[in-house]
């Protein structure tokens, strides 16, 4: 990154490496520490004064360019408005597209991330798996944070997840976590398909199973039962298969119970949330989608997703193993609040789907990791707030798979922090674990300290 003149474009210098990560992390809108703040403040008053432009490195060619903005005393960063887009990947992209400023035109998603309509789930037209999706091996593995686009399999089972509520567990009970047996999470999601419909006076149980188990045999009666149901035009009868497992590739999902293997293996690949090749989030949330194969004439696994979950027993879908540590260390802060402030119940939300907020008089959308509902009742006096957190998951350069935050969009939820609190200098697990505490503690309750 370097610095021009605004008006002719004459080179002046480029940045230093702390200015460099002091940008990111403002842009970010992490929690800076105190060099940082006064490395950023210099800077943005050096481009201010001087008129400056800051160019990104990310494209050769005609690259983006970022000014600055003063509002309410405070100097900001901003893409400038005539600039092109930040190259996919680069850590001063805004996949989102809420900035300090609204809504960055070209990069917002056009719609937000919601749950399916169950009306509306039964594919139409399928090409017999000719069109298989070409498999990348050796990728490095993806954030799986950049939610603009989900499979129509993703959508099915993160709405039913969503349904059953398994997305939530209560903090304040469940030190270590575990809340549940995966049987249990299955019959509530079965509870889910038995009460909803997918068309008039039909219920998702004739079409979203939970027998991974499921021998040919049973998959072409369960098929032939379909068949003989009406249809609308184009639309392919289907069944999915839902369940839980430990190995996932992006060849096939593999079901082990009693010494026994079940493998599914779509024809057009396993998609992994956020991962390639070999799954390494065990364990799997994982949905397959049964067809009769237009040549073959036999039921055919067509495709299939998988989710990791947190564990067997807190079956709460998670985005990657830095998530599972945020988790086990919000239950930690969870439970030093109640054993040395005041008594506490704490639900936590994994959001699966977008959260409206409004900010700056626009509609924005924004997708936390984490949402913490937090309420006492000590000595008849009721409080209830909100903690947002984040986890940025960048340990290092060579990983970054930036993670896009709308951090002052999620504001408008509730305080928010990240894990790890200040990156790149890395502070201990107890540090996070302190600072979440810290945002845990109802407010009377708060001290300085
Ligand atoms: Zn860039």
Redesign the pocket.
């Known amino acids: 990154m370097h610095l021009i003149k605004a008006n002719n474009g004459i080179k002046i210098r480029y940045l230093t490496h702390d200015e460099k990560e002091a940008v990111r992390m403002k842009w970010q809108h992490m929690e800076l520490d105190t060099e940082s703040v006064i490395v950023i403040n210099e800077l943005l008053n050096e481009m201010r004064k001087q008129d400056y432009f800051l160019v990104?490195?990310?494209?050769d060619k005609n690259?983006?360019k970022l000014t600055t903005v003063s509002r309410n005393n405070k100097i900001s960063l901003r893409n400038c408005p005539d600039s092109i887009a930040?190259?996919k990947g680069?850590?001063?992209?805004r996949v989102h597209g809420i900035t300090e400023n609204g809504v960055d035109s070209g990069t917002v998603r056009k719609s937000p991330l919601k749950k399916v309509n169950y009306h509306k789930i039964i594919p139409t037209v399928d090409d017999g798996g000719k069109t298989a999706r070409p498999v990348t091996p050796g990728t490095p593995e993806g954030s799986g944070l950049t939610k603009t686009r989900r499979s129509a399999l993703a959508g099915i089972l993160l709405s039913l997840i969503e349904d059953a509520q398994l997305n939530r567990i209560e903090l304040s009970r469940n030190t270590p976590l575990l809340n549940m047996t995966i049987k249990e999470a299955i019959d509530k999601l079965q509870g889910v398909t038995k009460n909803n419909q997918y068309k008039k006076s039909r219920y998702l149980n004739d079409i979203v199973h939970f027998s991974p188990w499921m021998s040919d045999t049973k998959k072409e009666s369960v098929m032939a039962n379909l068949e003989a149901m009406a249809w609308g035009k184009n639309e392919v009868p289907s069944f999915w298969i839902i369940f839980e497992c430990g190995d996932v590739d992006e060849s096939e999902a593999i079901f082990k119970k009693w010494d026994n293997e079940y493998p599914h293996r779509p024809t057009k690949g396993m998609r992994i949330n956020g991962e390639y090749g070999q799954g390494c989030r065990e364990n799997y949330w994982v949905i397959v989608r049964y067809v009769r194969d237009n040549e073959t004439k036999k039921v055919t696994c067509r495709d299939g997703y998988a989710h990791a979950m947190y564990s067997g027993s807190c079956p709460v879908p998670v985005d990657s193993n830095l998530e599972k540590q945020t988790l086990i260390d919000l239950a930690k802060a969870t439970k030093w609040v109640k054993d040395n402030v005041c008594a506490v119940n704490v639900v936590m939300e994994k959001p699966l789907f977008d959260k409206e907020i409004e900010y700056e008089g626009e509609r924005g959308y924004v997708l936390p990791d984490f949402i913490l509902t937090i309420e006492s009742d000590i000595n008849g006096v009721q409080t209830r707030h909100r903690l947002v957190v984040e986890t940025t998951g960048i340990y290092t350069d060579e990983y970054i798979k930036r993670k896009t935050t709308q951090h002052e969009g999620m504001a408008q939820l509730g305080n928010v922090i990240t894990d790890p609190p200040s990156w790149p200098k890395s502070k201990s697990r107890e540090y996070f674990v302190k600072l979440a505490g810290k945002f845990i503690i109802p407010e009377p309750h708060r001290r300085d300290s």
């Open positions: 990104c490195d990310c494209k690259p983006p930040h190259e680069c850590v001063m992209e």
